[in-house]
Nanobody, 123 residues
Framework: QVQLVESGGGLVQPGGSLRIACAAS????????MGWYRQAPGKQRELVAA???????NYADSVKGRFTISRDNAKNTVYLQMNSLKPEDTAVYYC?????????????????WGQGTQVTVSS
């Protein structure tokens, strides 16, 4: 079994910063891309940022220059550093990882989701 556990969400004032993290654990053989999505009330879930094992990144236009995604491959962990936060960044942030597992000699590739962490930007 594979689990993704997020941490670090909370309440922050506009202009502030927050870092959220997501650690993958379980029967992991390797991890491909990892990413962060968010979903605000009444809106669809959207990609915020993604990162490959080699460190290539891509960002939503709305967060470019403010958010930075990074990963620690040794710890199977992905981070999202969020600076200059705006009220419109308020959402539940979900971690996603494309993970290869090896079980009884069988390799499987599957997308996993974390449970979500609330980020609220408000004065």
């Amino acid at each position: 079994q594979v689990q993704l556990v997020e941490s670090g969400g909370g309440l922050v004032q506009p202009g502030g910063s927050l870092r959220i993290a997501c650690a993958a654990s379980g029967s992991i053989f390797s991890i491909n891309a990892m990413g962060w999505y968010r979903q605000a009330p009444g809106k669809q879930r959207e990609l915020v940022a993604a990162i490959t094992p080699g460190g290539s990144t891509n960002y939503a236009d709305s967060v470019k220059g403010r958010f930075t995604i990074s990963r620690d491959n040794a710890k199977n962990t992905v981070y999202l550093q969020m600076n200059s936060l705006k009220p419109e960044d308020t959402a539940v942030y979900y971690c996603n990882a494309d993970i290869n597992t090896l079980d009884s000699g069988v390799m499987r590739r599957q997308s996993y989701w974390g449970q979500g962490t609330q980020v609220t930007v408000s004065s």
